[in-house]
């Protein structure tokens, strides 16, 4: 098992020899991928070696544009680009919405051929649904450390106000310029690092979709992604100095997530209940027309509020579960059905119901999950036995002055309860939360969050 992660002379990232026997498709990314010091003035060189073309729109806002855009623009002028700047200037804060869309849309010419995104999430998000629609590459120049959003082929946009997701292009280069990421604000460190903690879930989670469902784990992409969030967890005093060093670790463990993405084609290794959590914050937010908490800092909250559900089935004893009491306690489906309309609300509902149709268990299939878990419980608890204390996320978390409660993400306990028993029916994707629910536990286990 294993896999060759290095960077060539040109600070390029490069990956080979991935041996792995899990079974899946192992793709090597296609994108070039730079991390380093000093990189902003190689940004045309590294478009000439990819033969993007030389007619482009560089997409910036008030912030990414003094502190990156300005120098990038340069650089390609200086070296022949040309280049249309899309400057987007808001009195607060960017979003990713249609206003922000269409002065992108608008500064494409018929002659553009590929989009510079400078910028984290919303520029870079903005940028690719653009991107993708006029079926131009995009070169993403990144800002800040705050997500790991890069190396994604989702954008999450805003349309009147309503959170919305759309398939889109990769970034084909993507520049990681250290001496830009350290300038970040702590918050936007505090947010990547919120979003690489909650990896050890993710990797839990799939793990136990494996041992009850039979799931594929790759070992490889679970090994890239734990490699990378334990050099981060030991380097949380040089990520909040953001030294080189320490943002070098976190920007990496960020876009090597990403990348574990493009090897295995999809977000297992990167996401589970704890973006549901996150997601769902986000999604109630905007509905009522409040704000929405920063990705990353949500993820790394909620992955605190997970935690001790792990630990504690680890000491659960399963074989003592009632399944006659289990079977006649379970919801039907018009039970659910309400229940997901309550949760998520009218639109939301529908839809989760609709893309997740297997989600309403029949009673032999839930009995054979039991079963099963019964049956594995020992690689149940190896697997929780894998996570480090809570203590130590704690203990990073506060190091960092990060966000350690959800109220401190603005969401208060009605919304906080509701998102710890909904988390489990947002998707398909198996996780402790479903299994908890399916031996008849949820009750016991979540009595700290009243409905
Ligand atoms: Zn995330
Ligand atoms: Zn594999």
New binding site residues.
């Given amino acids: 098992?294993g896999a060759t992660i290095r960077y060539d002379a040109d600070s390029r990232l490069t990956i080979s020899g991935?041996q792995?026997?899990?079974?899946?498709t192992?793709n090597l990314p296609t994108q070039d991928i730079y991390v380093g010091q000093g990189l902003l003035p190689r940004v045309p060189a590294y478009i000439r070696a990819r033969g993007l073309g030389t007619h482009c729109v560089l997409v910036a806002d008030q912030n990414t544009w003094p502190l990156a855009g300005e120098r990038v623009e340069k650089a390609l002028l200086d070296d022949g680009f040309t280049v249309v700047r899309c400057v987007i200037r808001r009195d607060g804060v960017m979003d990713p919405d249609e206003r922000a869309c269409g002065e992108v849309l608008l500064s494409i010419q018929p002659e553009t051929e590929f989009l510079v995104a400078v910028g984290s999430g919303s520029i870079t998000d903005t940028t690719r649904v653009n991107a993708t629609r006029c079926k131009l590459p995009f070169v993403s120049v990144g800002t800040a450390p705050s997500m790991d959003g890069y190396t994604s082929v989702v954008a999450p946009l805003l349309l009147r106000g309503v959170k919305i997701h759309r398939t889109g292009y990769c970034p084909e280069i993507i520049v990681c310029d250290t001496d830009i990421l350290s300038t970040a604000p702590l918050a936007m460190v505090q947010s990547g690092v919120g979003d690489v903690l909650g990896k050890y879930i993710a990797k839990a989670d799939w793990m136990l979709g494996s041992i009850i469902n039979g799931e594929?784990?790759?070992?490889?992409?679970g090994e890239i992604v734990t490699e990378a969030v334990q050099k981060l967890l030991a380097n949380i005093g040089e990520i909040r100095a953001r030294t080189e060093k320490g943002i070098r670790i976190l920007i990496e463990a960020l876009l090597l997530a990403g990348v574990t993405i493009m090897?295995?084609g999809h977000t297992r290794a990167v996401a589970s209940v704890e973006h549901n959590i996150a997601h769902y914050w986000e999604m109630m937010q905007l509905l009522h027309g409040r704000h929405a908490p920063a990705h990353g800092a949500s993820v790394g909250v909620a992955t605190l509020l997970c935690w001790p559900l792990f630990t504690r089935f680890a000491s659960e004893d399963l074989s003592r579960l009632d399944l006659d009491r289990i079977k006649a306690r379970r919801l039907t489906r018009a039970q659910r059905e309400a229940w997901m309309l309550t949760a998520f609300e009218d639109e939301a509902g529908h839809a989760i119901m609709r893309d997740n149709p297997g989600d309403f268990l029949t009673w032999e299939e839930q009995e054979r999950r039991i079963r099963t878990a019964q049956a594995r419980q020992e690689e149940i608890r190896r697997v929780i036995g894998m996570l480090p204390p809570y203590e130590t996320i704690l203990c990073a978390m506060r190091e960092l002055g990060a966000p350690t409660t959800a109220a401190e993400m603005g969401v208060d306990a009605g919304l906080l309860n509701l998102s710890m028993h909904c988390a489990k029916d947002y998707r398909t994707r198996y996780t402790l939360f479903k299994l908890i629910d399916e031996c008849g536990l949820e009750e016991a286990y979540l009595r700290a969050y009243p409905l």
């Fill in positions: 098992m991935i792995c026997d899990c079974g899946l192992h594929v784990y790759c070992d490889v992409c090897i295995v």
